[in-house]
């Protein structure tokens, strides 16, 4: 569940998942991008659950991860 955070006009109002705001920030567009087909928002929150919070080499390993397992199913739909 989403929880407030104090902030200015300009400040963080919600968190999603990260106590690091940077990767909150886009884990957030990740969310909003889920809408557009490019994933579910059930893989970005498994996909978030395995992210070591604020450690870039985490973030960038697991998303990646996700984006292969997606590219071998798209390749696996395209020879039924």
């Known amino acids: 569940m989403a929880k407030r955070f104090k902030g200015g006009m300009h400040g963080r109002v919600v968190k999603y998942h990260f106590k ?18 490019g994933s579910t928002v059930g893989e970005c929150f498994s996909t978030a659950a ?19 397992i997606t590219e ?9």
């Open 20 to 37: 690091h705001p940077g990767m909150d920030f886009f884990f957030q567009w990740v969310l909003g991008m889920a809408n557009n087909g």
């Open 50 to 68: 395995r992210i070591e919070d604020g450690n870039p080499a985490s973030w960038t390993e697991n998303w990646n991860n996700l984006a292969i």
């Open 72 to 80: 071998k199913k798209a390749k696996k739909s395209l020879e039924m």
